[in-house]
């Protein structure tokens, strides 16, 4: 197993070095330079002044020795300074990274209980009434566009019933609320982007679960389960459920991508302090350095999330073995 | 063979359903023009947002405009930059998978790794990099879809090829002297081709989807062209058009 888990993370390596490649290729390629922004804006500034900035950053050698550099750069962990606020970009980066890992593991959690329970309530019971109405759930879940969902929620709840807060992550007051009520505060402010960034994979998983569990159910070793006179609640949960287990950790780590690539229009709907918003406004803003830290950043967790979807697979069936 | 696939589609019911609801849906795309009672772009200052009447079927937005004209209007849009996308999407996917998984050795080690980095990738971010660098205009973010969302479909039809490749059929044609290229779109593609077909249909939604979002934040199509993305009322009422058919199109292939 460890010498497995050593194999693995050395082949992290060169996808970690594919990745921030592809996000320095585009940034190169594309037209126009993140001084622009600052330069061409401002009547003030010579020539001689823009090509000194230009050279401040490090824009005015060529591509691939700008990458070489940052590669240099990025074994000893410096991610370089925002061109932005001239603050390190780990410093922003890390300040933003404890709110988007709250808010996707929260979301994590939820679609992974939730689509667990329905998945297997509605094989157990399948045809029954609550079969057909998660079935009808799931297709409502596919096919609502998110985001426009979000903005409704914030709508219904935020302004027509005035019951929780619309962004941020904090209140106003935060600083003077006592610890129970930090954390009811913070709760409140989560439970919208928490809930419709689970929304997004939850359909699809709870869809995967019912037909792996429906699989499941059909083999002899069910059949011999409940032959010894096995409880119904034991064979499902005991016998089954670790086997349908397989494929639903495999979706999982699929998703993960798909669910941090979420958290960049989540969080800029929700004002959530969290990395995605940070990401965007980099975009937006050109701030190269940053791009780099979050791209690097957002890949890893990514890579990392996949890793631990293998190691779970260990955990729910010992027949497969690392070597 | 193709007498017998039209008879066999006729006498499909749910086939039938299909194919008309399509035909609607497009020739409403594409005779717009003659179809909408006022010009998508007309504004009328004097009849802004108003409620759904006989004069303005679903009411109008906040300069006046015939909002049912621009939601018409507007399927022409997301309509191309659905299938536009999912096209290029399609053919590249399915090329990179046949040339990988028949050609194998380095050639398939190194396309997978590439695929390998798209996919651990989060899209979404990719897409925005690349739309807000460049010049946020329709072809832009139809290309920039295209080119993300093969990875999936790659991986199915090189998996699906892998297994074909062995069989009798292809040893025949390559002992008949057939060339490469003819064995990889003649005798493997046609087997193939039904997870393409499954990944193209379910794509096109997602393609329209990304479209909206990213004109939700403002780098997709730009206003005041209506795409069903746009915000304001409109983007409300596209959403809602979208959310049904998509919802329908599901629950008719749970029923097929």
């Known amino acids: 197993m460890a010498s497995y888990l050593f194999k693995r993370l050395l082949t992290l390596l060169p996808l970690l070095l594919g990745i921030t490649f592809l996000t320095f290729l585009i940034m190169q390629l594309a037209p126009g330079k993140p001084t622009d922004l600052i330069t061409d804006l401002n009547a003030k500034m010579s020539l001689e002044a823009k090509q000194k900035l230009t050279k401040l950053y490090g824009l005015d050698r060529p591509w691939p020795i700008q990458y070489w550099e940052w590669l240099k750069r990025l074994s000893k962990f410096d991610f370089g300074k925002s061109f932005k606020d001239d603050r390190p970009v780990i410093h922003k980066i890390l300040e933003r990274l404890p709110a988007t890992l709250l808010l996707n593991f929260l979301s994590l959690s939820l679609i992974f209980t939730l689509a667990i329970l329905i998945g297997m309530t509605a094989a157990a019971k399948k045809g029954a009434l609550f079969d057909k109405l998660t079935t009808l759930f799931v297709y409502l879940g596919f096919s609502i566009p998110t985001f426009w969902l979000a903005l409704l929620l914030m709508i219904l709840f935020g302004l027509k019933i005035g019951l929780l807060p619309i962004s941020g992550l904090r209140s106003l007051n935060f600083e003077e609320l006592n610890f129970l009520q930090k954390a009811w505060d913070m709760l409140q402010h989560l439970l919208l982007p928490v809930s419709v960034m689970a929304l997004t994979g939850l359909a699809a998983l709870a869809r995967y679960t019912r037909s792996s569990m429906l699989e499941v159910l059909h083999q002899d070793y069910i059949r011999t389960a409940r032959a010894k006179g096995l409880k119904e609640r034991e064979v499902i949960f005991k016998h089954a459920f670790k086997n349908a287990l397989i494929p639903i950790i495999t979706l999982l780590g699929l998703m993960l991508p798909e669910l941090i690539g979420g958290s960049f229009i989540f969080e800029t709907i929700f004002a959530y302090p969290g990395m995605g918003r940070l990401g965007f406004e980099a975009i937006m803003s050109r701030d190269y350095p940053v791009l780099m830290g979050i791209g690097t950043m957002v890949a890893f967790l990514t890579l990392l999330g996949n890793l631990l979807a293998d190691m779970l697979y260990a955990l729910a069936d010992p027949r497969i073995r690392y070597k | ?256």
């Open chain 2, 1 to 256: 063979m193709l007498k017998l696939y039209i008879k066999r589609f006729i006498q499909n019911k749910f086939a039938l359903w299909g194919i008309s609801f399509i035909f609607i849906l497009s020739s409403l795309a594409l005779f717009s023009p003659f179809i909408v009672p006022y010009a998508p772009l007309e504004q009328n200052l004097l009849e802004r947002l108003q409620s759904p009447s006989i004069l303005h079927l679903l009411g109008t937005d906040d300069l006046g405009r015939d909002l049912f004209s621009r939601l018409i209007y507007g399927s022409r849009i997301s309509l191309t930059v659905g299938f536009v996308a999912v096209s290029i999407a399609t053919l590249f996917g399915t090329f990179i998978g046949l040339v990988s998984g028949y050609f194998g050795k380095w050639i398939d080690s190194t396309l997978m790794r590439i695929v390998d980095i798209l996919l651990c990738f989060p899209t979404f971010f990719l897409i925005l990099m690349v739309i807000a660098f460049l010049e946020p205009n329709i072809l832009n973010v139809m290309i920039v879809i295209g080119f993300t969302s093969w990875t999936g479909l790659a991986r199915l039809v090189r998996g699906e090829t892998l297994s074909f490749k062995e069989r009798e059929f292809i040893l025949a044609a390559k002992s008949l002297g057939l060339s490469t290229p003819k064995i990889l779109f003649f005798h493997l593609l046609p087997n193939v081709s039904a997870p393409i077909l499954v990944s193209a249909t379910l794509g096109v939604g997602n393609a329209i989807l990304i479209e909206s979002s990213l004109s939700f934040l403002g780098l997709g199509v730009q206003p005041p062209i209506p795409s069903w993305g746009n915000r304001k009322r409109l983007y409300s009422l596209c959403m809602v058009a979208f959310f049904i058919s998509r919802a329908l199109h599901f629950i008719y292939s749970s029923c097929v």
